[in-house]
């Protein structure tokens, strides 16, 4: 895998989209953290978030993999200490 979108997010990038080369069967790309709005509870407050994308060949896998995947990502991500 390739680690390129390192470089990217250090620069301010906020949104990553990788393209896939073969071998390859998907890739993951994480943008960098910002302060933006969130609600929370009813409640409007400003928060860290990070976009992650998912690029994936669908001749390997179908998009609920996929979601199922960025979503245990999100989880884990909500609660870094329980990793």
């Known amino acids: 895998m ?3 979108s390192g470089r990217a997010t250090r ?3 906020q949104t990553v989209f990788g393209v896939i080369h073969p071998p390859q069967v ?3 790309g994480f943008g960098s953290v ?3 709005p969130w609600v929370t509870n009813g409640m409007l407050g400003v928060r860290p978030v990070m ?3 998912l690029a994936a060949d669908h001749r ?4 609920a993999v996929g979601a199922r995947y960025l979503t245990a990502v999100d989880r884990l991500l909500q609660k870094p200490e329980e990793l």
């Not at 390997?60 to 998009?63: C, G, I, L, V």
């Open 2 to 4: 390739r680690r390129d």
């Open 11 to 13: 620069l301010g990038v």
């Open 26 to 28: 998907a890739l993951v």
């Open 34 to 36: 910002a302060e933006r």
């Open 51 to 53: 976009t992650a994308t």
């Open 60 to 63: 390997a896998t179908d998009a």
